[in-house]
Structures are given as C-alpha cells and as structure tokens.
C-alpha cells in the first residue's frame, strides 16, 4: 500500500503540473471549449497512468533539470519507458526502498488514510447516484427518449450506460424546447455523463491533491461550453440568438451525474454563444498540430 501511495503521489504531481498549463492555455479565447475538452485527456492520463515514453523537448525534460527525476521502466534504442519521481523519498525502486525508516512509516500510514478516504468518496457518490436515478423512475414518456418530471427543475441527461433526457414539467410547453433537445442529444452522443463519472472517480482517487477539484470543475464548465458549441455549429446566426434565449429561460441547477442544460454559469454561457465563429478547415488543421504538439509536451517524461 505504501508503495502504491508512494506511486500514485508522483502521478498527482505530473497531472498538477500538466493541469496547470491546461488551465493558462484555456484561457486563451481563440480555442474552442471542443478543443479545451480534449486537452483535459492530458492530465488525466497523467493521474492515471504511471508510465511515459521519454522525449528531449518536453515539459518533464525541462523541469528535470531542476526537481522531477525519472527512474527507467525501459530503455530501447528506439523507445525510452519511465515514471515520474518527484517525491524523490527513495533509494531504490520495484520494490520501493525508502531512504529512512521513518519515510516508510509516513508512506505506510498515509496509504491507508488515502484508502479509507477515497473508499468514503466513492461510496457517497455511488449512493447520490443510485438514488438519484431511482427518484426519477417515474418520469412519464414525453417522445423517444425525452421524458418529464416535477422533481427537477431544469432539463438534463441522466443515466450512464442508458442515459434519458428528463425535462421539467413546466418545458413541456416551451416555444424552443427543440433546441434544448438538441443540446442534450449533444451531451448522450459525446457519451458526457460516462466521463463526468470517470472524471469524479479520479477526482476521488487524487482527492489529497487540491488541484484535481480545480480541475474537475473546469472540466465540467468546458464540457458545457462544447455542447454549446457543438448546437451552435449546426444553427445560423437567428438560431444563434434563439438558443441565447432559451439558455436564459433555463434556471440553473447543480447535478453530480447529469448533464444539466442550465448547470453551467450562464454569462460565460451567453458570451460564448453570441461570439461563437464556425471553424474553418485550415483552423481546424491548425488546432490539429497544436494538440498533438501540446500532447507531446505535457505527456513525455525526460530520458
């Protein structure tokens, strides 16, 4: 358990630091919320997995030279496999040999704590889940898939592996319920409510690690601002304004598993929505390179 910990805290502080650069280069306004989502798979791999190819330009070879170590997992002509070492806390590794007692003991004890937390984590959610789903049986059939209900208050996706669309009682009669729809048909095709889950579940294995909730709820916010994107892609600049409407008839509402239409800050929302511009061909090749450059960067280890 110790050395799991001793491992898994490495990991955390690889996705802290790739996290980090995620949210500076977010808030660059000229890269879409479509984008920014995929850019959040770089940390995540980062709290996920422990191993990383070596390369000579990237963000770890840089730092390396300063505090992040890497200790070699292989070593080919063609191909470097490490994992990161930041901690730094041990003399050997595979099994982990501490370089005091004293830092076994801490490593030792921790894990458990971390255990016992991230088990208690994981079972609330699993319990807010489960009854959340099961409070919302009785939703009555509207059409498909959509259905309505008078215990929630704004529409969203429930469900993970068969996920419905639940509105209010009160938008059976909404004028643009369509573009509600089409919203939330965005949320089931991208398969949203499956990574919100597997985005919490990793928030609650790293739950010592601040940044990981940072970074969650960002994530969430950009995965909103995608489906905007993604409704606004297929409407003119009429529907453009119909949809800012529709967004403002919403009321907000703060869900776990869901993906709510109103669940996001709707300013942000509309100021998204009014200067949101239709990607090009040749924008859509350049941001294109500039993941798979920023890929590379955040996801090498230094050899």
């Known amino acids: 358990m110790g050395e799991l910990f001793y491992w898994l805290l490495n990991m955390s502080i690889a996705a802290a630091v790739t996290g980090t650069v995620i949210v500076l280069i977010r808030l660059i306004r000229r890269i879409p919320r479509r984008v920014s989502v995929l850019l959040w798979i770089i940390p995540f791999i980062r709290f996920c997995i422990p191993f990383g190819i070596g390369g000579k330009y990237g963000l770890m070879a840089l730092l390396s030279g300063f505090t992040t170590k890497t200790v070699p997992v292989y070593e080919g002509d063609l191909l470097k496999v490490s994992m990161m070492n930041s901690v730094q806390a041990a003399d050997s590794y595979f099994p982990v040999t501490y370089r005091t007692d004293l830092l076994a003991g801490v490593f030792r004890y921790a894990s458990y704590?971390?255990?016992?937390?991230?088990?208690?984590?994981?079972?609330?959610?699993?319990?807010?889940?489960?009854?959340?789903?099961?409070?919302?049986?009785?939703?009555?059939?509207?059409?498909d898939n959509v259905y309505c209900s008078d215990k929630i208050l704004s529409p969203a996706v429930y469900g993970v592996f068969r996920p419905r669309i639940i509105i209010p009682v009160t938008y059976k009669d909404m004028e643009n319920l369509d573009l509600v729809i089409l919203h939330e048909?965005?949320?089931?095709?991208?398969?949203?409510?499956?990574?919100?889950?597997?985005?919490?579940?990793?928030?609650?294995v790293h739950w010592f690690n601040p940044l990981s909730w940072v970074f969650l709820k960002l994530y969430l916010a950009d995965v909103e601002l995608a489906c905007d994107e993604s409704v606004l892609s297929r409407l003119g600049e009429d529907g453009k304004k119909r949809y800012a409407h529709t967004l403002l008839d919403a009321r907000q509402s703060r869900?776990?598993?869901a993906s709510s239409f109103g669940g996001a800050k709707i300013r942000t929302r509309i100021e998204h929505i009014l200067s949101f511009r239709k990607m090009t061909a040749v924008s859509a090749a350049g941001l294109s390179i500039l993941v798979i450059a920023i890929a590379y960067i955040l996801l090498t280890n230094a050899n």
């Open 255 to 257: 869900t776990v598993f």
């Open 113 to 143: 704590i971390w255990a016992l937390t991230a088990a208690v984590i994981v079972a609330v959610m699993t319990v807010l889940y489960v009854t959340t789903i099961r409070e919302l049986k009785d939703a009555k059939n509207l059409k």
């Open 185 to 204: 048909q965005c949320h089931i095709r991208r398969l949203d409510n499956l990574w919100r889950v597997i985005a919490f579940f990793t928030a609650a």
